[in-house]
């Protein structure tokens, strides 16, 4: 099984420049999310979704787009990067089932940097 | 969701059992404790969870207090590999949100 995968693994952005961090979930899980993590730090949560057209904003949203048009794919879209982006993005997903009853999976991570 | 406490670091000795604390003083009654770990920077890594009753499964127990306000993580006999921080979560509600922590940066000395 493939899992949760992230792709690119490493990405080198001007500022002001826009891409998109691509996250893809095999395992059919209805809840997908996003995170970064900054040197030391704990991760914290960008935005997540609990299913297909739906999402919602976490701790940091700000200067973070994002949509799920399909269960599998949860893309994280930059607009305008900035140096404060600069950080390592994970993806997560879990399964169905009871909501709080459930373990999330996590991507490799993708580490960025804006210069 | 409710908050929770760890100490920043701890060490443990090869082949010992390693006992990581967790205090959540203002979990509600259908909330879960989490652990998760970070190896290196490596995507966290779930390894196990609970409501009321201690858990144990291939690589860890939880044991969760009677009044559910702090948890203890046992890693029976810790290994050079368990190095890694340590993040325990307290999960609940219809978001499925997990909010992480500054976790324990657990040091397994040979």
């Given amino acids: 099984n493939a899992g949760v995968t992230q792709t690119p693994k490493f990405q080198v952005l001007k500022t002001g420049q826009s891409m998109t961090l691509q996250c893809a979930q095999d395992m059919n899980h209805e809840y997908m999310s996003w995170y970064r993590q900054d040197p030391g730090m704990g991760l914290r949560l960008i935005h997540y979704s609990v299913g297909a057209g739906i999402t919602d904003q976490g701790e940091v949203p700000n200067g973070y787009n994002v949509s799920r048009s399909t269960t599998e794919d949860f893309p994280l879209r930059l607009l305008s990067a900035a140096p404060s982006q600069t950080s390592v993005y994970f993806c997560a997903s879990s399964r169905p089932g009871a909501i709080s009853n459930t373990e999330a999976f996590f991507g490799q991570g993708t580490r960025l940097t804006v210069v | 969701d409710a908050k929770t406490t760890q100490p920043p670091s701890m060490d ?49 127990s939880l044991i969760i207090t009677e009044d559910r306000k702090s948890s203890t993580l046992i890693l029976p006999h810790a290994t050079l590999r368990d190095t890694a921080v340590y993040y325990c979560i307290v999960r609940g509600g219809a978001t499925n949100k997990l909010i992480f922590g500054t976790g324990t940066l657990l040091a397994v000395q040979p």
């Avoid at chain 2, 604390?21 to 404790?33: A, D, L, M, R």
């Avoid at chain 2, 490596?42 to 201690?54: D, T």
Wanted: with cysteine; net charge negative; glycine share 8%.
């Fill in chain 2, 12 to 60: 443990c000795a090869e082949g010992r059992a390693a006992n990581l604390p967790c205090n959540h003083s203002t979990i509600s009654g259908n909330e879960y404790v989490y652990w998760y770990r970070q190896i290196h920077s490596q995507g966290p890594q779930y390894i196990i969870h609970g409501l009321k009753n201690n858990e144990t499964n291939e690589m860890a």
